[in-house]
């Protein structure tokens, strides 16, 4: 049983279903998730003069010295072969005469990205998705919320979830695969779609998986900003291809910053727009692509240069506002190489799992890869599991929809306040103590019609108390995580 039908669910499905029956529970329509959004590509050492040495080095170099040696080697050795597969299922990657066209984001010392044009997430997804819905052995279940792990004896044995009008069913299975994504929406700007509520985390934690590295969360520099609009991503690419970022005032102030001007890493350039926007007392600073002709930028973006053109931003004409957002979660539940989590039966991968690749900061375009080879290593790995257990249908406490509002926009404001880019041990407390209270409140408050909306608010809060945990008890400044009160990260 598979939680979450993003590129890690569908990978895992698809391997499994060579060994019996799979079913993928997934809270929207299948193609709802954090991959169908990914625009730059996926990290693999295809290109004649790149090696998996040189992945695995920028990959440890980028991780600041927390990676996970062993499964960064099985990542980076893994993944010419995991495209190798997409491609085997029909996804189409930009080529240039018969080779992969290969681009290069922050952080890489070659050209090592695959990519569709800006929306390889899409073409991933749809490859995937496509192959899931044409395989027997496979059954999806859209508009189906997991609400809670099925227990027997210290084992996962199924899965009991909501489904859209007919209510709570118990899904029972030898194994279970959470791939249930990220947790974007427990901050006020973040580049995730409204299905990233961190429902992996809250339902891991409740049947007490190991949980770790939540701290580290990534914030990517530029996405844009636009009081109608949803953070929408400005994708690294275009700072590859020479966009500059300047302040209000027109003044390219990445020289004031880092040496590697808008090619230093992304938290080095998340930090340095926030700060910038602090000194000037601005909302947003600017990413200027003006250097560049329409037709190379409809080529290369075309999804992004469309949805600019919608807001009346003309991207060789015009400068394009940003902020940091909240993007990625490098933390997550603790697992070996084959995605087993500390809960017998329990795999997970994908951004709810903490493999050990990321270790203090993701390196660009390793996620949907790791998705991906952990996905198919678990796949193979729960060929042997057996679980006799059943599970009865525990009744799930939702809180009124308004109280859910009101609870999910409080936690929303102290995560922002307190648990961004710069961190403070007062602001942590702070967080801390905000956290506990609404998750006393939400306990309290009496049981109300089931809206999938309040459970997920509960989620996010055991999320962000696992974040905020980890950011208390982190007393040095690696990679992610920056405490002003702890100095500066050299
Ligand atoms: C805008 C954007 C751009 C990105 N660009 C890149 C990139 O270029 N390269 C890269 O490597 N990474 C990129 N990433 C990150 C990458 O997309 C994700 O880390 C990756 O797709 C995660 O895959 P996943 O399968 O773990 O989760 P997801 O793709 O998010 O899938 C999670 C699934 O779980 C379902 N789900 C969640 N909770 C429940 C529940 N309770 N019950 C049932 N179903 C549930 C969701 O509906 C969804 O189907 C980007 C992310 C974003 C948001």
Not at 79 to 105: N, T, V, Y
Not at 106 to 115: A, D, E, L, Y
Not at 116 to 132: I, L, M, P, Q
Not at 210 to 237: C, D, G, K, V, Y
Request: aromatic share 6%; glycine share 10%; net charge negative.
């Amino acid at each position: 049983m598979v939680i979450g039908s993003g590129l890690a669910g569908l990978t895992f499905a698809l391997g499994a279903a060579s060994h019996g029956k799979v079913g993928v529970l997934t809270k929207g329509e299948i193609t709802e998730s954090n991959t169908t959004w990914a625009q730059g590509g996926i990290a693999a050492a295809v290109g004649e003069a790149d090696s998996w040495e040189l992945h695995e080095r920028d990959t440890l170099i980028a991780g600041a010295g927390l990676c996970d040696e062993a499964a960064v080697r099985f990542l980076v050795q893994q993944a010419p072969e995991a495209i190798s597969w997409l491609q085997s299922l029909g996804a189409r990657f930009d080529s240039d005469g018969g080779d992969l066209s290969l681009g290069r984001e922050g952080g890489h010392s070659r050209n090592r990205i695959v990519h569709h044009a800006d929306r390889t997430g899409w073409e991933v997804e749809r490859a995937v998705s496509e192959a899931v819905r044409s395989n027997p052995d496979i059954s999806v279940f859209e508009n189906t919320f997991a609400t809670r792990l099925l227990m027997d004896e210290g084992r996962c044995v199924g899965v009991q979830a909501h489904i859209e009008g007919m209510g709570e069913r118990i899904f029972t299975a030898n194994s279970v695969m959470l791939a249930s994504g990220g947790c974007g929406k427990m901050y006020q700007h973040t580049t995730n779609p409204s299905v990233a509520t961190a429902d992996g985390i809250g339902l891991a934690a409740a049947a007490g998986a190991q949980i770790a590295n939540m701290e580290f969360m990534q914030f990517h520099p530029t996405t844009l900003f636009h009081t109608q609009m949803r953070s929408f991503l400005i994708s690294e690419a275009v700072r590859g291809a020479g966009g500059t970022l300047r302040n209000h005032l027109g003044r390219r102030f990445m020289y004031d910053y880092d040496t590697r001007l808008e090619l230093a890493p992304r938290d080095i350039v998340a930090r340095s727009i926030e700060a910038e926007m602090k000194k000037h007392q601005t909302w947003c600073v600017y990413l200027d692509t003006t250097h560049l002709l329409e037709p190379q930028l409809t080529h290369e973006f075309p999804t992004i240069y469309e949805r600019l053109q919608t807001i009346g931003v003309e991207m060789e004409k015009d400068w394009i506002p940003v902020v940091p957002a909240q993007h990625y979660s490098c933390g997550g539940v603790v697992t070996d190489l084959q995605g087993r989590t500390s809960i017998p039966g329990l795999y997970a991968a994908g951004e709810v799992s903490c493999t050990g690749v990321h270790g203090a900061n993701r390196l660009a375009s390793n996620s949907l890869l790791e998705a991906m080879v952990f996905a198919r290593s678990a796949s193979y790995a729960c060929v042997n599991e057996r679980a006799e257990g059943t599970g009865k249908i525990e009744p799930i406490h939702a809180i009124s929809e308004a109280e859910a509002i009101r609870i999910r926009r409080s936690l929303q404001k102290t995560m922002t306040e307190n648990v961004g880019i710069v961190r403070t041990f007062d602001g942590l407390q702070k967080a801390a103590r905000v956290i506990k209270t609404l998750i006393g409140e939400y306990d309290r408050l009496p049981n109300a019609p089931y809206s999938q909306y309040a459970v997920e608010a509960k989620n996010l809060l055991l999320g962000a108390e696992n974040v905020v945990a980890g950011a208390i008890a982190r007393t040095e400044n690696v990679g992610l995580h920056y405490n002003s009160d702890l100095g500066i990260i050299e």
